[in-house]
């Protein structure tokens, strides 16, 4: 009977230990993920700044959401999830940031984590067109003559779009003349827009640099600081986040000469 008793008593404690290590198993295999919402431009160079990342930080996976900068502060201030925000330009951040004065954030919303917010990021705008050029267009003045007959332009709610706006004034002839003449085309967000350049849909667009490095597409011009704005990528922690800590090391990360090298190959600079 005692050896019989000895023998359960032995299977109950392997039974355990078996048990007590898969549970630490099961701990141990758990990773943190963390929700990066990003700038449709970013897609390329954060997907494979992903697989490095993750390749060093074993415990953690990154979730991107890609789109336009304004469909994700959209979906921010709609309660979305999100522990790290970049926008491809400073107004969708500063709607976010309180410390930005009401001209910037007039609903006084209140979701960067103070201290995190970083200029990331540096892009320009271009004028791309199709595989081979079939127009001839050569610069941002041949889109005012008649060699075009169809541009392709971000929503002015993206900021792509801003941006092309600008240019547009400053070449003398707004969007709305464009329109009138039935010589636009528009695309949500950068991607869009860079789609119908490829496919030939149109005979220009106007992207960033970046894009049309990754599209393969050629570049017949680039706006100067007479003709837009600075493009700057902010990015930040957001105060929502469940994962802070973990947040700012992936955001101290994309600032790493690894992820720069990344960056600075399809044509961004790190911002001043």
Known sequence: MKKFLSIVIAITLCVGLISC???KNDVKDEKVELIVFAAASMTETLSEIKIMYEKEHRDVSIIYNFDSSGTLLKQILAGAECDVFISAAEKQMNSLDI???????????????????????????????PDGNPKGIKSFDD???????????????????AYTLEILESLGKP??????EGKVTYGSNVKEVTTQVKEGLADAGIIYATDAFSAGLEIVDLADATMCRQVIYPAAVLNISKNIDVAKEYLDYLRSDAAMSVFEKVGFTRAE
């Open 21 to 23: 290590k898969s549970v």
């Open 99 to 129: 410390t930005c004065d009401e001209s910037a954030n007039k609903d006084r919303n209140d979701f960067v984590l103070s201290d995190t917010r970083i200029n990331l990021l540096e892009n320009k705008v271009a004028l791309a067109v």
């Open 143 to 161: 889109i005012l003559t008649d060699k075009l007959s169809l541009l392709a332009i971000g929503n002015a709610d993206v900021p792509v779009g």
């Open 175 to 180: 969007v709305t003349e464009f329109e009138k």
